[in-house]
């Protein structure tokens, strides 16, 4: 269970006077259930990515709290942080693979950092992780010789490695074309199935998002301004959310 | 009579507090980075004891550091060793017309501060640019947060192994620029001033304080270059241009730590040796 309590964030703009401050969140509140697949939607620079990394305590929130299965993350140490990311696999926007490693030793990193075990077992689950993501025999390429969506892939195959209870995707199927993005939502989904696993996932690819989440939540310049399920949101009055889920030209956005 | 106040008349007023502010946020900016530098450093200490080191690691580190600066590191202090000579040669011409202790100066001055300070400043542009747009590429890129995920501290897994390598690899660089800055020289004093290898090598006026005070340089300057550009690189933000900034402060601001340890260095040898 992740509980999410008025979570606030400004920054300083830059050339500005010290006490000028935009803010990126703005009492945002909300909580996704174990086993719920929640979708964070919204325009760019709403703040989505932001919350993502503020529930993996990578960022620190000016106000408010962040509480993951009991731990509030907010308040920890960088070092007591460490027992809590045993629990969370994470997808970043960019990837984020390490590019002086292989990808067999990408998707190895988290079995070998976080938990002991003997390399054949590491070297079993990199390679069912592999087959996952339909990428067989790439365990030796090098990230730089990967395409978009290969990468996309070796990183989900990261962040699913250690079987988390909790994973968070960041754009899992951004810069994908069609049908590789509807291949990659539909594995995410059967992992998290599969798992039982509690899945945030941000996306702006609302087609194929909506049809795998189970609640769905909408940020609109660091506001939080729409909490509910996936039907709801289809059917929701609100202006704005209507017009970004059913991708409308006119509106307020 | 109150006189209505024009666009002009109000800008001296807000042009004064816009300054204040500015100076205001670049001192608590200064402070916070002071603060935010010394916990880096203190983090690495830690990590040194209490960390966990990868496997050759270090060695690639210390190839990395190490063996790719030789040749700038030769070129550059060959021919800062001939130019210092010459012009040393010059000016003790017009005071002392006689070049006997030419060489054993030169070798005091190399052991006790140039070799460690020319030598280190040279590494910083080198070495600092390299480690700050390095680690400030994997931050604008979510791999340094892809290293928190899995329980690898930015600090333990990126810049210890720099800090141990550099320690090492400065002393032996410096050792190495030393020579080789000591032989441009001796062949600089030979050919301009007529002054003999057998002359020109005397090693009366080094004392073990000179070797001291040099080798308590190399250490501090070895651990200034990865701490101080490594927090560069760990705090940089934005994209490619941010990189860019980054590697430009991490140069300017080792360069500045260097300097600033020489003075606490030689000031404290100076005490410490006075005898």
């Given amino acids: 269970m992740i509980a999410i309590r008025g979570l606030t964030k400004s920054v300083p703009i830059p050339n500005a006077s010290i006490r000028e401050r935009r803010f990126i969140l703005r009492d945002v509140s909300f909580s996704v259930p174990s086993g719920c697949l929640y ?59 390490f590019d002086y490693l292989t990808v067999g030793d990408n998707i190895a990193f988290p079995l070998r950092r976080l938990y002991h075990l003997p390399e054949d077992e590491v070297q079993s689950r990199v390679l069912e992780r592999l087959a996952c993501v339909s990428l067989q025999g790439f365990e030796d390429r090098m990230p730089s010789g990967l395409s978009g969506g290969q990468k996309k892939r070796v990183g989900v195959a990261r962040a699913t490695v250690t079987k988390a209870p909790i994973v968070l995707y960041d754009e899992p199927a951004a810069g994908l074309d069609p049908v590789t993005s509807q291949k990659i939502f539909e594995l995410l989904r059967e992992e998290q199935r599969a798992s039982g696993a509690t899945v945030i996932m941000v996306s702006s690819d609302l087609d194929r998002l909506l049809t795998v989440t189970d609640r769905v939540g909408m940020m609109y310049r660091g506001e939080l301004i729409f909490d509910g399920s996936t039907e709801e949101a289809r059917a929701s009055d609100e202006p704005r959310v209507r017009q970004f889920v059913h991708g409308l030209t006119e509106g307020p956005l | 009579m109150s006189e209505e106040l024009t666009p002009t008349q109000e800008a001296p007023s807000s042009f004064f507090w816009g300054n204040v502010s500015a100076l205001g946020a670049t001192a608590i900016e200064l402070v916070v980075g002071a603060r935010e530098l010394y916990s880096v450093f203190v983090r690495t200490l830690y990590y040194v004891v209490r960390g966990r080191r990868e496997k050759g690691v270090l060695l690639r580190q210390m190839y990395e550091i190490g063996n790719k600066s030789v040749f700038f590191l030769t070129v550059t202090m060959g021919a800062l060793g001939m130019i210092l000579v010459y012009q040393a040669g010059l000016q003790a011409a017009r005071v002392v017309p006689d070049y006997q202790m030419l060489g054993a100066t030169y070798l005091q001055l190399l052991i006790r501060d140039l070799a460690a300070s020319l030598g280190s400043l040279m590494l910083a542009t080198r070495v600092g640019a390299g480690i700050a747009a390095e680690i400030g590429s994997m931050v604008v890129t979510e791999q340094v947060d892809a290293l928190r995920m899995c329980a690898a501290d930015p600090i333990d897994f990126l810049i210890v192994p720099r800090f141990l390598a550099s320690m090492i690899m400065t002393t032996v660089l410096v050792i190495w620029a030393g020579f080789v800055a000591f032989l441009a020289g001796a062949a600089t004093a ?10 020109f090598f005397n090693a009366r006026m080094v004392t073990s304080a000179d070797f001291a005070t040099g080798f308590a340089k190399c250490i501090a300057y070895g651990a200034a270059i990865p701490i101080v550009s490594g927090y560069c690189g760990l705090s940089t933000f934005g994209g490619s241009e941010g990189v860019g900034w980054a590697t430009t402060r991490a140069v300017v601001n080792t360069s500045l730590a260097i300097i600033i340890l020489n003075f606490f260095i030689s000031s404290a040898s100076f005490v410490i040796f006075a005898g």
Avoid: C, H, W
Wanted: net charge negative; aromatic share 6%.
């Fill in chain 1, 39 to 97: 979708g964070l939607i919204g325009p760019g620079a709403a703040g989505k990515s932001v919350v993502l990394k503020m529930i993996a305590g990578l960022m620190k929130p000016d106000a408010g709290n962040v509480v993951v299965d009991g731990d509030d993350v907010t308040e920890l140490s960088e070092l007591k942080l460490q027992s809590v990311r045993l629990k969370l696999g994470m997808l970043f926007q960019n990837n984020a693979l």
């Fill in chain 2, 190 to 199: 030979y050919f301009a001033f007529d002054v003999m290898p057998q002359t």
